[in-house]
């Protein structure tokens, strides 16, 4: 057997060089190819969730229509409500964006009052003790037609305390101050503003001015005084804006 020669040596090094260059080649465009994979998956499934979450918020804003077609006097109360408490949860400093279950629980807050007879949830004089019972048990009633959907997390925890006080006189679980769910604390305001700036039957609509008035005296027995200064920073003009939105987005009969 001759002996290797040193052009030998380096013609085997150089060989094996190339060999190693060219499966690090054949790496990286693998690893190149699993990387654009990856991100390809990625663009789908965020596409996917998207999707799901526009289905999501079509149902529930169909299950609210359903429940408000019944009344003409509120007409896209609930879309204002979750128009105005979207505004207030951002500027208390609730995570909505990442909670699209606090907007479902606002539009769907009194989705129990599909137990309440129509007799009793339109009279225009005042109720009886057994009439105001049964309409105080919507959010019971809401909260049991909800329970099994799992997507509107703690979204049913605002239809259930949606009439819970601050100063704990409220129902239907009579909790108080931060015992309350803040979302729900959040929705009681923007519930009463768009009550008194709208006409009801048994009382005509006031104005923004006045509606505020009363919310800030509230603060500390009905509402929670943090969320009460987080809407008196905000002003009329927004409100007024957001309420001409509804309006104008919705369609005629
Ligand atoms: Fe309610």
Not at 189 to 213: C, F, H, N, Q, V
Request: charged share 30%; hydrophobic share 40%; aromatic share 8%.
């Amino acid at each position: 057997m001759s002996p290797i020669t040193g052009e030998e040596t380096v013609a085997s090094l150089r060989a094996a060089l190339e060999r190693t260059e060219r499966q690090a080649a054949a790496r990286q465009t693998q690893l190149e190819r699993y990387a654009a994979d990856l991100r390809e998956v990625f663009k789908q499934e965020r596409a996917r969730a998207q999707e799901l979450r526009r289905s999501y918020m079509a149902t529930v804003r169909a299950l609210s229509n359903a429940v408000e077609a019944r009344d003409a006097y509120t007409g896209k109360h609930a879309e204002r409500v979750a128009a105005y408490g979207m505004v207030l949860a951002q500027a208390t400093g609730l995570q909505v964006a990442d909670s699209p279950q606090i907007e479902f629980g606002f539009l769907l807050h009194d989705v129990g009052k599909v137990a309440v007879p129509d007799a009793i949830l339109f009279k225009s004089s005042s109720l009886t003790e057994e009439e105001y019972a049964l309409v105080r048990r919507h959010p019971v009633i809401g909260s049991e037609i909800l329970r099994d959907v799992d997507f509107l997390g703690e979204g049913k925890l605002v239809v259930r305390h949606h009439h819970e006080r601050w100063d704990g006189t409220g129902y239907p679980d009579g909790l108080r101050g931060e015992q309350i769910p803040l979302a729900a604390r959040v929705f009681a305001i923007a519930d009463t503003l768009d009550a008194l700036t709208t006409d009801r039957p048994y009382r005509k609509a006031i104005g923004w001015e006045e509606a505020r008035k009363i919310i800030c005296r509230a603060a500390g027995t009905q509402f929670d005084p943090a969320v009460v200064a987080a809407y008196d920073a905000i002003g009329d003009e927004t409100f007024a804006r957001l309420s001409d939105g509804v309006r104008s987005s919705s369609t005629p009969p």
